[in-house]
């Protein structure tokens, strides 16, 4: 990988959407294979101990999966799950994290001007600096990632390892991958390895094998092989979609309630500009009142 200078492409509340004029540049991209994942937890652990994140303990609920689900402290997750298919039991496991949407639900629900942002390299990031810790990101995002840190009142989330692929390394948790199933590189490159690996399983007798990478968000710099065609096995949505009412605030509310103020501001000057300052009535006694 080659060095990807943080440049950014749009951020949280702000007033003109989109930056134009940026460099062109690859989309990175995560490539996650479920068919050849072990379960084996090295990106967890590698998550978090390049991240620094603090030991969070876990729950016993039957199963071999760490944590229920992502915590603030927690970024990366093994989900484990049980499904009988053809008469038989099966281990469906699936790395959790952010999918760094193209579309992020969690960047169009933000009402903190750059507290989340999203670079011309399709990483998502949340700024601690600017986040007002509301939890609307939450409420946004159709994967249910970004997570309340009840000590900082931040919210928080897998940055991609932005930090590692700024200086050209690929994140974290694929360095730890003993497996090969998890790969980096431009999002053209994974889809095209993701498709090869479908037709791959296809072959093999897999006939519902996908590649997810769902559209509903503009796609995601996430995607990832499913050898059973149904995303709901994997704990993932069937066809994610930003909320209405979160899209409808940034494009209708928001820009109605700044018209608004603008009218109201506009009303204040016309008024002073056609009956002049207020003045009081003459002869009311208030002035003779304060110099007694």
């Known amino acids: 990988m080659t060095v990807q200078a943080l440049e950014i492409k749009r951020s949280s509340a702000a007033m003109w959407g989109t930056k134009t004029g940026l460099r062109e540049k690859p989309v990175v991209s995560k490539y996650i294979d479920t068919t050849t994942c072990i379960g084996c937890k090295a990106c967890e652990a590698a998550c978090q ?15 071999y999966q760490t944590l229920p689900h992502l915590d603030a402290d927690f970024w990366n997750l093994i989900r484990f799950n ?34 989340i942002v999203q670079y011309a390299n399709g990483i998502v990031d949340v700024d601690p600096s600017k986040c007002i810790g509301c939890g609307y ?17 931040k919210m ?41 690996r479908v037709s791959q399983l296809k072959g093999a007798g897999f006939q519902d094998a996908m590649l997810y990478d769902p559209q509903g968000v503009g796609g995601t710099s996430v995607v990832t092989v ?31 309630g700044v018209l608004a103020a603008f009218a109201a501001v506009i ?21 003779e009142g304060r110099t007694k």
């Open 49 to 63: 101990e390049w991240n620094d994140l603090k030991t969070v303990a876990t729950h016993q609920e039957g199963s």
């Open 82 to 115: 049980e499904r009988e298919v053809d008469g038989g039991l099966m281990w469906l496991m699936r790395k959790d994290q952010c999918m760094h949407c193209a579309e992020p639900g969690c960047l169009e629900a933000c009402p903190a001007p750059g507290a």
């Open 137 to 153: 990101c939450s409420t946004g995002c159709p994967f249910d990632v970004p997570k309340f840190h009840k000590t900082t009142g």
């Open 267 to 287: 009303g204040v000057f016309g008024h002073y500009a056609t009956y002049g300052p207020k003045e009081p009535p003459e002869g009311d006694g208030v002035g």
């Open 226 to 256: 499913l050898g059973h065609g149904h995303p709901e096995w994997y704990d993932l949505p069937r066809d994610p979609h930003v909320p209405l009412l979160v899209r409808a605030w940034k494009s209708i509310l928001r820009p109605l």
């Open 156 to 196: 928080a989330k897998c940055t991609l390892c932005v930090d590692r692929v700024e200086v050209g390394l690929e994140p974290a948790c694929i360095k730890a991958c003993p497996t090969g199933c998890l790969q980096f590189g431009s999002k053209e490159q994974m889809v095209a390895m993701g498709n090869a």
